[in-house]
Structures are given as structure tokens and as C-alpha cells.
T-cell receptor, first 114, second 113 residues
Framework: AAGVIQSPRHLIKEKRETATLKCYPI?????VYWYQQGPGQDPQFLIS???????DKGSIPDRFSAQQFSDYHSELNMSSLELGDSALYFC?????????????FGEGSRLTVL | DQQVKQNSPSLSVQEGRISILNCDYT??????FLWYKKYPAEGPTFLIS?????DKNEDGRFTVFLNKSAKHLSLHIVPSQPGDSAVYFC????????????FGKGTRLHILP
């Protein structure tokens, strides 16, 4: 069965560079979430999209932006990278109103900022 | 402000015994609770959930208990197996308000041979 696909799986950047992470949700899922998990920390909600519109915003820095495209894939753009941005970034998808409430997660994109 | 708390960072249980993972929450608006299991370098995988209208939900070896008055839930794994060694995240959401899911910090479960 198709799962949530994230790319790239690993990314190494220097400080002040930019990075873009991509998330391809499960087919027919209309909602995408982004989470950031730093070393030894719990996943922190960043931002979510429903039907290509931003639906909720969490602790996402102003240096980050994201969008959901017409094919429902989402991209997280990170600029002026800082060392503290090094983390595992998870994307998750679900069907809003599906009743189950479960999110299906991708395997994550590990960003290392040097 | 940690709305979902897992106070035990780690837990070791003998294979075949019962594993009990605990979770407390502070937001009374939460009405849906989930447990996720996470292996290293992988995304969390959904395990089991419970709605606030229930106090127990069972799925095979996994049972989640919800005590709304105490704002406490627990995940029981019986019997524990080696493949259960992972980090377990408790999560909560207020389904009727927004879809945001708040995670706890996780509990690392070690199943001992």
C-alpha cells in the first residue's frame, strides 16, 4: 500500500542556506501536517494544510514557509538556516472528517545544519 | 506548557510480562487520544486510539484505558514481545475544535529477554 513519501531522506546544509523538504501524502488524503523533532525532543507541530489552504499554524519560525499544491503534495521551505534547525522533519497525512483521527507519517527527512 | 505529559522517559519490561505506559494531559478540551510507536529513523506509526466517550479500547495485545476525571490514559501491552521495543508517544487532539495533534515526549520501552 502507498505510504507518505518524504524527500530527501537526508539533507546537509550550511548555516544561512536554504532547504526545501517535500511530502507526498497518501492518495486521497486532503490534509497534511508538518512536525519537527529535535534531538531528544518530542515532535513539535509546525503547520498544517487542508485542501491546499493553511489550516493551522504551530511553532513554525518566520524563516520557514510551506504550501500545499494542487496534487496535495506539500513543501516546507526553510531559509537562513540555523544550527538549531537540525532535526527530523515529519510529514503526516490524513483525511479530514474521516472520523478515525489517525495520521499516517512519512519516514522523515533528517536535516543537518553545519 | 506541556499539554500532554509522559513522565517516564524509559521503561524496561521482561518479555511476556505486561508493559504499562502512562500519559497525563491538562487540556480538558481534548476528546481523542492516540498512541504511536516509533522505531529509530522511522516516522511514528499509529497503534491505537480512544475517544473520550469511552474508557477502554482493546486491539489484540494493546489496550488503552482512559480516566477522564484524572486526565490520565495508559497503554497496556500484554504479553510484551521483543518487537515492542520502541519509543511510544501519547497524543491528544480536540477533534471538534481543530485537527492539531499534540504529542507527549515519548517513553522508550525496552523488552528484556
Amino acid at each position: 500500500a502507498a505510504g507518505v513519501i518524504q524527500s530527501p531522506r537526508h539533507l546537509i546544509k550550511e548555516k544561512r542556506e536554504t532547504a526545501t523538504l517535500k511530502c507526498y501524502p497518501i492518495p486521497r488524503h486532503d490534509t497534511v501536517y508538518w512536525y519537527q523533532q529535535g534531538p531528544g525532543q518530542d515532535p513539535q507541530f509546525l503547520i498544517s494544510f487542508y485542501e491546499k489552504m493553511q489550516s493551522d499554524k504551530g511553532s513554525i519560525p518566520d524563516r520557514f514557509s510551506a504550501q500545499q499544491f494542487s496534487d496535495y503534495h506539500s513543501e516546507l521551505n526553510m531559509s537562513s538556516l540555523e544550527l538549531g534547525d537540525s532535526a527530523l522533519y515529519f510529514c503526516a497525512s490524513t483525511v479530514r472528517g474521516g472520523g478515525a483521527g489517525e495520521l499516517f507519517f512519512g519516514e522523515g527527512s533528517r536535516l543537518t545544519v553545519l | 506548557d506541556q499539554q500532554v505529559k509522559q513522565n517516564s522517559p524509559s521503561l524496561s519490561v521482561q518479555e511476556g510480562r505486561i508493559s504499562i505506559l502512562n500519559c497525563d494531559y491538562t487540556n480538558s478540551m481534548f476528546d481523542y487520544f492516540l498512541w504511536y510507536k516509533k522505531y529509530p529513523a522511522e516516522g511514528p506509526t499509529f497503534l491505537i486510539s480512544i475517544s473520550s466517550i469511552k474508557d477502554k479500547n482493546e486491539d489484540g495485545r494493546f489496550t488503552v484505558f482512559l480516566n477522564k476525571s484524572a486526565k490520565h490514559l495508559s497503554l497496556h501491552i500484554v504479553p510484551s514481545q521483543p518487537g515492542d521495543s520502541a519509543v511510544y508517544f501519547c497524543a491528544a487532539s480536540a477533534v471538534n475544535r481543530d485537527d492539531k495533534i499534540i504529542f507527549g515526549k515519548g517513553t522508550r520501552l525496552h523488552i528484556l529477554p
